[in-house]
């Protein structure tokens, strides 16, 4: 049987805006994030800690983080030494690491090896679990990578259980370019699902690239997961992989689930609301049905 609860981890705010070429302003992030807690969206990513030479979007991190943080999980993302260490710095209570299951999109993405990225994340990882912080680790490229093709599941498999060796509490998986169909989504999941501690949250994390994330997310809740990650407006795309596009969008999401009788405590029309924020900065278009339907009535 279905969950009958869904716990919805918002991106917008770090994978949907990412990959914007306009700046946009501190106070505009702000304010999304702000009407995206609103809406009651439970957890979210805020930011990133990475270099504003590869991703200039995310230069104020520092500035968002300071106006943003509350009671609830808000994760900032972070690869490496530096980024952790801004993290300390930050005041912030939950990280996101993140890997690519393949070396190549991995080197492209953070300018390591997938084994070079998981040598220098081990120790560090035990020290935030040692402070008490809470560590979600993103598995890029868990079902195809834009640069190999396919990528086996026992590649995704070892890879968890290896994080799941080094502590964290989540791991997140993650179709970054959109090419996983739903059978694949159930097998992976399943098979992560009997081989991982059940203590260790599972998340799905779908772009939808070619139309297949909603049935993903279904093929997830086959298999049992209750966690997914989404971004308002369907924006978001990773800039190291080409051709990736946007998230799933929450609001697409949360109209699946709630019809289908799943809970999520976020409210619809409040995510959409949040969407105008940002809507004249943006110079996608939006990949979201409901939003659509909503600006073209
Ligand atoms: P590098 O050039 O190899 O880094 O980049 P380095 O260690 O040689 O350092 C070069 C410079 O960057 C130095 O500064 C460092 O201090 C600085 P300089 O001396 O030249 O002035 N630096 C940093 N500055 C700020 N924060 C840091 C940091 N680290 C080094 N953390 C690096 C390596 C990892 C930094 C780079 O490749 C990078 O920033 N990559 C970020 C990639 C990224 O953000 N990708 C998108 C997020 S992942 C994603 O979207 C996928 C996900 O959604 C799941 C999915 O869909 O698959 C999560
Ligand atoms: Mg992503």
């Not at 918002?10 to 807690?37: C, H, S, Y």
């Not at 900032?76 to 190549?104: D, H, M, W």
């Not at 990773?238 to 809970?263: K, Q, R, W």
Request: glycine share 8%; charged share 25%.
């Amino acid at each position: 049987s279905l969950p009958d609860k869904v716990t919805i981890i918002e991106v917008g705010p770090r994978d949907g805006l990412q990959n914007e070429k306009n700046m946009i302003p501190t106070e505009t992030k702000v304010q999304f994030i702000k009407a995206l807690k609103q809406a009651n969206l439970p957890e979210m990513e805020l930011t990133s800690f990475v270099s504003p030479k590869w991703v200039p979007q995310m230069k104020d991190a520092d500035e968002v983080i300071e106006q943003c943080l509350d009671q609830t999980r808000n994760f900032v993302l972070a690869p490496n030494q530096k980024g952790i260490e801004r993290f300390y710095q930050s005041g912030a209570n939950e990280i996101a690491v993140f890997v690519g299951a393949s070396n190549t999109f991995n080197k492209k993405n953070i300018n390591k090896t997938t084994n070079e990225s998981l040598e220098e994340l081990k120790p560090l990882i035990s020290d935030l679990k040692q402070n008490g912080k809470f560590v979600r680790a993103c598995i890029s490229t868990a079902f195809y990578c834009p640069y190999e093709g396919k990528v086996a599941a026992e590649e995704v498999i070892k890879l968890s259980e290896t994080f799941a060796n080094y502590g964290v509490d989540e791991l997140s998986v993650a179709d970054t370019v959109g090419m996983a169909t739903p059978k694949e989504v159930y097998d992976l999941l399943n098979s992560l699902k009997s081989n991982l501690p059940k203590g260790i949250m599972l998340t799905g994390h779908f772009h939808n690239t070619r139309g297949t994330a909603l049935a993903n997310i279904y093929a997830s809740l086959e298999a049992g997961v209750d966690r997914f990650d989404s971004s308002a407006g369907g924006l978001g795309g990773c800039p190291f992989a080409p051709g990736a596009s946007g998230n799933v969008a929450t609001e697409d999401v949360l109209y699946m689930l709630h019809g289908m009788g799943i809970e999520t405590g976020v409210d619809i029309e409040k995510v959409i609301k949040a969407v105008d924020i940002v809507a004249p900065y943006m110079t996608r278009t939006f990949d979201s049905k409901l939003y659509q339907l909503q600006k073209n009535n």
